[in-house]
């Protein structure tokens, strides 16, 4: 199979050639990469299947059928923004999936969507018939079978993670079965394969809930962080907000001490309908100077906090359609530094231990190399399916992101804050996200997800061979 330039690009290749790795020189080798840019993995071969692929499933058949046969793993990936090796297997076959396709069904309100399809995919489909996703991730870039294995959450309340708002899935078993899986047709396997990173098969296709698209303007509270959690859960509630995120301070004298509670109301929608989807950014509101200026520089952390909290309200006069809130591109504000690297932490708390989490975030953040850019509040209720959930009761999400340096000083830094981080929310009650880097110690990782070893056992039953791994596999599940 030949890769364009544009296909390696959107898998990921750090470096890729067009044969498969077994056949060329050590200096031809293929390797991949994902959004960290720490995991050069290299590989046997990237199956990239695009919308105009003829037969699909035949194809990924024969593929699986190929590579059990030979006892080489395979890898499943669509963005491979997770951060962490989720994506990428050692010596393996990636397979990335592009597929726009999504057809709506009007009477019942949900639409079935390929795996591959991108948000902003989904969005383009959606939004002319006046329906929008009702859950998925503040960015629209990725993959939605990638969004329900990694059983991502975003900003619309009141919801549990995306996988709450899927009906069912097909997916392909190692030996090339297709089974539809939901809560009442094979319920183990829909369990494992939400938030399952691809280690039980392969997501074809999801029937997936859609909500009506709307008209939304925003309101923004400053206030005492610790009044943040009961004001924010209160708002989380209320019928009258259908999406709602905070945000935190984060000058390290001053770290974590005032939140901004921003909420999004309905308004009537104009007589001419409502604005295109465009994907301009419309949530961030900051442009990428301020938000890049808090690298290195407190008086920069200082003044993104004023633009956030004092600037942009005044400036925000605008409504804008929850699909174009939803339509945010990743690259908006990112790095461009080749020697740094933005890496997100994800860490899940109840609120009412939400203050002692700000506590501990006090005395562990403030102190890192790494420069500590933004973190993001959001509300996510529970989630009883997934085997592996992170939200076994209801939670308030922080989404951290992290300005690295890559190299050792770096690396070696960041796994101390992670690990410091994760033990404060074990401590708490709490859990963190796995789809960034791998970090959390294996003691760690078994107390947070106290049923990973089930997960591993079932894993095994359903993909005896081991047909379908990562290197999260490998780190954590492969005993
Ligand atoms: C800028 C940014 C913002 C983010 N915002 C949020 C957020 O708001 N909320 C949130 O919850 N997360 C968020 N994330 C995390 C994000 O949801 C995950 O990293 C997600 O995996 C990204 O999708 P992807 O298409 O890049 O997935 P990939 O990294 O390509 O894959 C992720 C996992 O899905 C599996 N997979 C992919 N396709 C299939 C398939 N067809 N069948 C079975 N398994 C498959 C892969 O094996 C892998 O384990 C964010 C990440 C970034 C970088």
């Not at 997800?449 to 596999?473: E, I, V």
Request: aromatic share 10%; hydrophobic share 40%.
């Amino acid at each position: 199979m030949k890769m364009s330039r544009r296909e390696i690009l959107a898998g990921g290749c750090a470096l890729a050639v067009q044969a498969r790795a077994g056949d060329v020189s050590a200096q031809q080798r293929l390797v991949m990469n994902d959004a960290s840019r720490l995991n050069p993995t290299p590989l046997f071969r990237h199956f990239y299947v695009r919308s105009d692929e003829a037969d699909f499933v035949a194809a990924l058949r024969r593929e699986l059928k190929e590579a059990a046969a030979v006892r080489r793993s395979v890898a499943l990936g669509a963005a491979r923004h997770s951060m962490g090796g989720q994506s990428l297997i050692r010596n393996g076959v990636a397979m990335t999936f592009d597929i726009d396709q999504c057809e709506l069904d009007r009477t019942a309100r949900i639409y079935r969507v390929h795996a591959g399809t991108r948000w902003h995919q989904v969005i383009a489909h959606l939004d002319p018939a006046g329906f929008s996703p009702a859950v998925m991730q503040s960015n629209s870039d990725f993959g939605v079978g990638a969004t329900f294995s990694v059983n991502a959450h975003g900003w619309p309340t009141p919801y549990g993670p995306f996988g709450s708002t899927v009906r069912s899935i097909r997916l392909m078993l190692a030996d090339g079965t297709i089974l539809t899986c939901s809560r009442n047709a094979n319920a183990e396997l829909f369990a494992l394969a939400m938030g399952g990173y691809g280690l039980v098969g392969v997501i074809l296709d999801l029937e997936v809930e859609m909500t009506d698209n709307m008209l939304l303007q925003p309101r923004f509270e400053a206030m005492p962080a610790g009044e943040f959690a009961k004001r924010f859960i209160a708002a989380s509630h209320d019928p009258a907000v259908p999406m709602i995120y905070g945000r935190l301070n984060v000058e390290r004298e001053r770290f974590f001490s005032e939140a901004l509670l921003v909420s999004w109301r309905k308004e009537p929608t104009p007589a001419g309908g409502l604005p295109p989807p465009a994907r301009k950014g419309a949530l961030t509101g900051l442009s990428r100077q301020v938000y890049r200026a808090q690298v290195g520089r407190e008086w920069g952390k200082s003044l993104r906090w004023h633009v956030e909290r004092s600037i942009a309200p005044m400036l925000a006069n605008g409504t804008a359609s929850r699909n174009r809130l939803m339509n945010e591109p990743a690259l908006n504000l990112a790095n461009r530094d080749q020697r740094r690297v933005d890496i997100l932490h994800e860490y899940f708390v109840s609120p009412d231990r939400f203050n002692e989490f700000l506590e501990g975030c006090r005395r562990i953040i403030p102190k890192a190399i790494a420069e500590f850019l933004n973190v993001t509040l959001r509300h996510v209720k529970r989630d009883p399916t997934s085997m592996l959930s992170f939200a076994t009761t209801d939670r308030i999400a922080a989404v951290m992101s992290f300005s690295q340096r890559i190299d050792a000083d770096g690396e070696t830094d960041m796994i101390k804050v992670t690990e410091a981080l994760i033990d404060l929310v074990g401590s708490i009650g709490g859990s963190f996200y796995l789809p960034y880097r791998l970090h959390a110690r294996p003691d760690q990782f078994a107390r947070i997800y106290p049923d990973a070893q089930r997960f591993s056992q079932r894993k095994r039953h359903y993909d005896p061979g081991l047909l379908f791994q990562n290197t999260m596999w490998n780190t954590y599940f492969n005993f």
